[in-house]
Structures are given as structure tokens and as C-alpha cells.
């Protein structure tokens, strides 16, 4: 899991939980986005990897923001982070010199949160997140086997501190008395400056695999998230939004199983350094365009 060919072979295994799409035949290759504005309403961008690697922008990213809009077109942005609540989405994106709002970001954990029934849930999350926009009654999940008993579901926000150990407790308790669990983040792992961090779809998976029915999934590719992007453009068509991601099974797959086109950016995300025409022909998964850099 510490390459493309790597993740890649993890998201085909996992294939049969993953929403099933449409694709069109062929790629078409372009030289950037202002090339296909006028067949695009709304462009919806994926972060890691498309707009930033870890803390660091990608050169050209926030121009290209400013152009689409001064061409009249519609900006959102849809990540799979999930370790920290609205307002810090906000601030990061800000932070890399991003011009966005608030009503601009949607988050996975957004769309899980909106999810979540009454009850005690355990939460797995980074040590600085102090869990003030969860709205239900929340118990934080280290070391302790009895706080995992203790609750009525979990919710996995976070793999910062997550260690194999604490995966064995979650484990041993799900199995022993199953409960929901809430993966706030879908993707198995994500670019980082210096290569590739496991996130919690990883670790939903792995229990997926031991035999436990339910998971929740949440974010791309997995619709909850995409319906919020889109109740927030009223009268765009779905075909008239185009999603620019990284990555084949969460974004590409996502976007198309929702109508959406598509835009597989490869220079700095999952596949930079790599040629994403045979992972495209293995999977079946075909971007409607193609470019280096949005």
C-alpha cells in the first residue's frame, strides 16, 4: 500500500463494495481546464493531489480557480478528509492560498455527520480535534477495551494516532457484539509530501473482511457526499458537472456512477510519475479527459 500499483490492487480487491458505473469509451487528452469550460457548469476538485500534496499547493492550482470563475463558472470542492470539522476545511484551503467559501466545501466527514442516530458514539480521531460539530454524545477511543464496549457505534474519523493495537480492540469488540461503524473518510490512503498515508477506509476494509456487515462508508465514491454537491448547485445538470480527482475508484468512479464527467489529474497525486493508461484498461474506468495539472 506504499505505491500506485499497490493502492490500486487494494481498491480492485474491494471492488464489489464500491458503486457501480458507467464509462464512455475513450479518454480525451487536454492541456487544461479552460479547455473544456464551455461544456462545464460547475467543476467540482477533489484536494490531495489536485489542488495540494499535504500542506504544500500545487503551482497554478488557485489561479485556475480565479479563471474558472471569472469565466462564469461554478467552484466546489469535495475532499475525503475527515479529521477535522467544517470551519477547518475552510481555514486550510484558505491557508494554501485556495480562493474559496465555506458553501464552496464539502467534506466526507459532512456527509457522515449528517448520518449519525442518537446514541453514545465512540470516536477515532486526531488528538487536536475536539469533536464540537458532532451532534451526538461522543466517547473518545484510545487504548481502553472498556470504552470500546461501552458504545453504540463508532465512528472513524482520524488515522493520525491509530495504531494496530487499537484496529485489534476495535476489532475484537465489533465482532464480539456488532455495532455500526462509521468510516468518515472512504479513501484507503491519501498523497502526502513525502508519500502515502493509510486513512480509514483502509482499516473499515480490513474489518469488511473479517466479516463485518456494518460498515458505513462515506465520501467518494460513495453518493452521500456528491448529493450534497449537488443540492447545493440547483438547476445544473449532472452532466454538466465535472469532477478533477486523482484517483480512479474514489473520484473517477464516484463522480460517473452520479452522471457526473470526469477529469483524472495524474502528475501529483496517486499516480504522478506513472502512466495511468493500463490502470485505466484493467479497471474499466475511463475519465472522460485527461491532463497533468487542472
Not at 118 to 131: F, K, Q, T, V
Not at 247 to 254: E, N, P, W
Request: aromatic share 8%; proline share 6%.
Amino acid at each position: 500500500m506504499d505505491t500506485a500499483i499497490g493502492i490500486f490492487d487494494r481498491y480492485q480487491s474491494v471492488r464489489h463494495r464500491l458503486p457501480e458505473a458507467t464509462f464512455g469509451a475513450e479518454t480525451i487528452d487536454i492541456g487544461s481546464l479552460l479547455d473544456i469550460s464551455e461544456e462545464v457548469d460547475a467543476f467540482v476538485f477533489d484536494a490531495f493531489g489536485v489542488l495540494n500534496v499535504g500542506e504544500t499547493p500545487i503551482p497554478g492550482a488557485a489561479d485556475r480557480l480565479g479563471q474558472l470563475r471569472e469565466r462564469g463558472r461554478h467552484i466546489r470542492i469535495l475532499s475525503n478528509a475527515a479529521s477535522y470539522n467544517h470551519d477547518g476545511a475552510t481555514a486550510k484551503f484558505q491557508k494554501l492560498g485556495m480562493p474559496v467559501t465555506q458553501e464552496e466545501i464539502v467534506t466526507s466527514r459532512d456527509a457522515a455527520l449528517a448520518e449519525l442516530t442518537p446514541g453514545l458514539w465512540g470516536c477515532i480521531a486526531a488528538p487536536s480535534d475536539d469533536l464540537s460539530d458532532i451532534p451526538v454524545d461522543t466517547l473518545r477511543l484510545t487504548d481502553n477495551p472498556r470504552d470500546y464496549a461501552r458504545v453504540d457505534g463508532v465512528l472513524f474519523l482520524s488515522t493520525e494516532v491509530w495504531t494496530e493495537a487499537q484496529q485489534a480492540l476495535l476489532r475484537e469488540s465489533l465482532l464480539s457484539a456488532p455495532r455500526p461503524l462509521v468510516i468518515a473518510n472512504a479513501d484507503l490512503a491519501a498523497p502526502r509530501d513525502h508519500g502515502f498515508s493509510l486513512e480509514p477506509g483502509h482499516y473499515g476494509h480490513l474489518l469488511a473482511d473479517e466479516g463485518l456487515d456494518d460498515i458505513r462508508f462515506y465520501g467518494k465514491p460513495f453518493p452521500e457526499a456528491y448529493e450534497i454537491v449537488e443540492a447545493s448547485l440547483p438547476g445544473i445538470e449532472r452532466h454538466r458537472i465535472a469532477l478533477c480527482g486523482d484517483t480512479l475508484h474514489t473520484d473517477i468512479l464516484g463522480a460517473a456512477a452520479r452522471g457526473w464527467r470526469t477529469v483524472l489529474v495524474t502528475r501529483d497525486g496517486l499516480f504522478a510519475g506513472v502512466d495511468t493508461r493500463p490502470f485505466c484498461q484493467q479497471s474499466g474506468l475511463t475519465p472522460t479527459w485527461r491532463l497533468p495539472r487542472i
